[in-house]
């Protein structure tokens, strides 16, 4: 072979080391190909494209396809024209597919035998010599795939050149797919679909899961899906556009839990056991399903379906009550299952169903039919994933594994968790011998835009047909980190089409350092919007202010720098835009914070801050609040039809909204204990011009209500309602509900450090153990007080010598959300609060492994005592156990009110 020849100022020299890959003697084995190809040979010579380059093929409709992308490649990129010839001695580049026995004139070109058997049905072989460039595969399948990585090639060079290597490639999973969710908010556009489609086929995936909730038309029951839902001809119109590009859609519909948007029509209540659950108690269920789920089975014509059946949150606490009392919950989780089977068979389905109630409860398992597909789950950065998949391989089932890009509810995907979670799911999935991988990008709050999530897809693609190997975190570590290095490379030169020197990746991995920066909320959407006039515990203040501060220069300056790149990709362009909202979002929440800061500030001490200053900076941020609204209205529609849109913009509304009322904002706070029962309520405002008008039973507080004078207890139960009046402006109404008790107004002194996961989690300070105001469903309703990873002591002082009958404080479980009950709860009394007496202990009553929301009562039981001290021991369950999919990992306490009858 002739040696390279150096023809420009990117030599392949120059690009193979930037890419890590190497010619002979070096060490590197990596290319600019994603997926990193199975085997890699290199050659010393190059093949020029510099004249119009002669095809040959053995033509069939599919391969046609394949050759029809290679040409325009070849156009595209290189400005080179190609034609047809006859005869492979002529051609320049022969693609050929041996489905039929190979003719004489062929099989000198062909590899050997062994190379055609280890590429088995969607693998390829890839030689480039410096006269010729052969691409053999057994099905049209591999020869599609080999062309997506000889385009790739193409699209890395810039002087018409390609170095000569031989590539022997292969997927080691056979399904290797994606899901995206529409059924929580965005619904894709039909166009946007294919586009995805045909990316993502580049990059060797061949699989798309349309998780579906109640977004699939179907006028038999025409009062469940949105109108611009996917309809069935939708459907059949992308499994038409998706097989060209050897891309399948597997249907799915879920058939058990997360049913909440189909159950909360009153229509459909007799099918309910809770809000979130049909029951399987009830023969209306399978009446409906029936026809609802066999006709979404008859939307696709692929033989596999999901139906879903995850976190079952809750199952018979409703009207199936008896029925999970009887046969118990595992039994009937098992029997619904089986029944779902039953309906997909008759339409020639074979079902798969997300494998985490069996996987906690595995005497489900040996109850469920055996011909199902199990598709393990879990989105945190295991080591290892071994206790999620065991369970089902040692069963014998066939299963698939479902990491993901850990982009819901976040303002932008959390990189460094996706990477390692899909790469070491994956790579245990094929340990175990998985039929596939189904990456998932869920959209729990609604808010999440796909054009954020294509790293985390395509890293999917890459590790899915080429996983890591090692098995030790250590090496697995440095493995990941090589593997991605390269890979982000490849990104920035295929996928976005960076000019030289720059670096899109670079800029999306500072997110990262965002994340490092802990601030109350971290990167979720929820710091975007919690309310400005929820303030912060007192002795958080100053690390509020110096992480904030930091957040917003670090943010800023990401948003700056993404700018200038959009200027400089060649492809794209929407996705860095998508990352600068993000970056421009998380710089908005921090300027809101210490806005929130200075707010707080000028509450408790009215001559301390400018209120003028204050009015400046709202109508400074309520500007740029207004604009990061029309950035993502923009961002929305280019990829989403307009279903939740408005649920979204309502939120930028309803904190413009908090902006305007700034004046007029009445804040509702508990006071201090006038005596054991009876508790101060404050009212107040920010500007001490502003007349405050209030209501104790419900009602809506007018001009007319009682005019607030600086007095207000309750000792009962109250439902207190404010609205402020400030010359002809109105306010809007707050309002706050209070359990009265004889602890009520006591400040805890707390042992314990509240986390800094969600500015919600602090309830406001120590005062919201005492503060009267109970917590709902929602953990983060700023009402709970949540503990990562600790017990937490808290010491009530009752000012006097109070008698006792009772004390009881209400826990949180929700195992998906790592929040799990107490081990147990120990009550303690004292005289002179030093020396304390235990009274009472309750342990927990329930499984720890329990799935759904639950909410428990820990009580003292009837006491008899008197005292002044009370003191309250929560012993936390520690790390989450083995069996959680965050074993290892802190778990969460939330308490609500600490209340003395």
Known sequence: MNKIRLRSKLSFAMLMLFFGFSFPGMQAQDIAVIPKPQEVLFLEAEFNLDKTQGLWINSSEHNDFALKQLKEELNDQMGVASKLVRSPKKADIILYTLEDKPKSKIKKLLPDTEKLQQIGAQGYWLKIEEDQIKLIANTEKGLFYGVQTLKQLIKSVKNKSLPALEITDWPALEYRGWMDDISRGPIPTLEFTKDAIRKLSEYKLNFLNLYTEHTLRNEKFADIAPLDSFTPEEINELEEFAAKYHVVLIGNQQAFGHMEEILKNPFYDEIADNKWNLNPGSPATYEFLDEYLGDAAKAYDHPFFNIGADETDGLGSGKAKALVDSLGMEAVYAMHINKLDDILKKHGKRTMMWGDIAVNHQEIIDQLPKDLIILSWGYDPRDSFDKAILPFKESGFDFMVAPGVRSWSEIYPNLDVAV??????????????????????????????????????????????????????????????????????????????????????????????????????????????????????????????????????????????????????????????????????????????????????????????????????????????????????????????????????????????????????????????????????????????????????????????????????????????????????????????????????????????????????????????????????????????????????????????????????????????????????????????????????????????????????????????????????????????????GAGKSSFIFLDEIVVE
Do not use: C
């Open 420 to 885: 390692k979670n899909i790469a070491n799911y994956v790579r245990d999935g094929k340990e175990y011998g998985a039929m596939g991988m189904i990456n998932t990008a869920w959209d729990d709050d609604g808010e999440t835009l796909f054009n954020a999530n294509w790293h985390g897809i395509i890293w999917g693609a890459e590790m899915a047909w080429n996983p890591i190997e090692s098995q030790e975190e250590a090496q697995a570590k440095k493995e990941r980190a090589r593997r991605l290095k390269t890979f982000n490379k490849a990104l920035d030169l295929l996928f976005f089409e960076m000019e030289d020197g720059k670096s899109v990746m670079q800029s999306l991995n500072k997110f990262s350092e965002l994340r490092e920066i802990p601030v109350f909320g971290s990167m979720s959407n929820a710091s975007v919007w919690g309310s400005i006039f929820d303030f912060y515990p007192g002795e958080e203040a100053q690390k509020v202010a110096e992480t904030n501060r930091a957040m917003l220069k670090e943010a800023s300056a990401v948003a700056k720098e993404l700018k200038t790149l959009s200027n400089h990709v060649g492809a794209e362009k929407i996705v860095i835009e998508v990352a600068r909202n993000a970056a421009e979002r998380a710089a908005f929440a921090a300027k809101k914070n210490l806005f929130i800061l200075k707010l707080q500030e000028a509450h408790e001490n009215p001559k301390s801050v400018s209120k003028e200053e204050i009015k400046a900076t709202r109508d400074k941020l309520f500007k740029e609040l207004h604009q990061l609204k029309i950035d993502y209205i923009d961002l929305w529609q280019a990829e989403n039809r307009e279903y939740w849109l408005t649920e979204n913009l309502n939120k930028y509304d309803k904190t413009a909204r908090e902006f305007l009322d700034l004046e007029t904002h009445v804040f509702i706070k508990a006071g201090e204990a006038i005596r054991p029962g009876e508790m101060e309520i404050k009212l107040s405002t920010l500007y001490p011009d502003t007349e405050i008008r209030y209501t104790t039973n419900g009602g809506e507080p007018t001009k007319e209500s009682e005019l607030y004078k600086g007095s207000l207890s309750v000792t009962e139960n109250a439902q207190i309602k404010a609205r402020a009046f400030q010359g002809t402006k109105e306010g809007e109404i707050s309002a706050k509900y209070f359990n009265v008790h004889k602890a009520l107004g006591a400040k805890p002194e707390i042992k314990g450090r509240v986390s800094t996961a969600n500015p919600a989690y602090a309830a406001g300070g120590p005062g919201g153990l005492t503060d009267g105001l109970k917590g709902s469903e929602d953990f983060a309703d700023g009402r709970w007080q949540g503990y990562a990873g600790q017990d937490i002591e808290v010491i009530l002082d009752l000012k006097t010598k109070t008698e006792i009958n009772e004390i009881s404080a209400d826990f949180f479980q929700r195992l998906i959300s790592w929040v799990m009950l107490p081990e147990r709860v120990e009550f303690y009394i004292s005289d002179d609060g030093s020396n304390f007496k235990k009274v009472a202990v309750a342990k927990n009553p329930v499984d720890p492994q329990k799935q759904g929301l639950i909410i428990e009562n820990f009580s003292s039981g009837e006491l008899n005592e008197n005292a002044r001290y009370i003191k309250v021991l929560v012993k936390s369950m520690g790390s989450l156990p083995e069996w959680h999919t």
